[in-house]
Nanobody, 124 residues
Framework: VQLQASGGGLVQTGDSLRLSCTDS????????VGWFRQAPGKEREFVAG?????????IYADSVEGRFTISRDIGKSVVYLQMDSLKPEDTGVYYC?????????????????WGQGTQVTVSS
C-alpha cells in the first residue's frame, strides 16, 4: 500500500475543499481508511474514517461532524474527504492512512500505512 494525499490549499473561512487519498498500488487491501490532521505544535488527530465492509461505515471527529464527508470509490482505489464550511481551526497537514483491519477506528495506532500529507490553510 502506498498512499498519497492531495487537494490541499489556501482557502478562506466558509470555503470548501476536497482531499483525495490514492493508493498507487490500487488495492487498499480491503482495509478501512482514515484521515488525520496535524496543526503546528499539536499532536496528529483523527478527522474521519471509513470502513471497507457493511456499506462502508463512516465515523467523524466531533469537531468536523456535519461539515466533512468521507467517501470512497472502490473501483478507483480513492478515498475522498469533502470539507465544507471550513474554519481557521481546520488548518493543518492532512494525512490519509490505511488501517490494519476493515473497521474504521479513531485510534491512530490501528493505522499501519501512512501517506504523505497535504497542507490545508484556512484564513480568517
Amino acid at each position: 500500500v502506498q498512499l498519497q494525499a492531495s487537494g490541499g490549499g489556501l482557502v478562506q473561512t466558509g470555503d470548501s475543499l476536497r482531499l483525495s487519498c490514492t493508493d498507487s498500488r490500487r488495492t487498499f487491501s480491503n482495509n478501512a481508511v482514515g484521515w488525520f490532521r496535524q496543526a503546528p505544535g499539536k499532536e496528529r488527530e483523527f478527522v474521519a474514517g471509513i470502513g471497507w465492509r457493511g456499506g462502508s461505515t463512516t465515523i467523524y471527529a466531533d469537531s468536523v461532524e456535519g461539515r466533512f464527508t468521507i467517501s470512497r470509490d472502490i473501483g478507483k482505489s480513492v478515498v475522498y474527504l469533502q470539507m465544507d464550511s471550513l474554519k481557521p481551526e481546520d488548518t493543518g497537514v492532512y494525512y490519509c492512512a490505511s488501517a490494519r483491519g476493515s473497521v474504521a477506528t479513531r485510534d491512530k495506532t490501528r493505522y499501519g500505512y501512512w501517506g504523505q500529507g497535504t497542507q490545508v490553510t484556512v484564513s480568517s
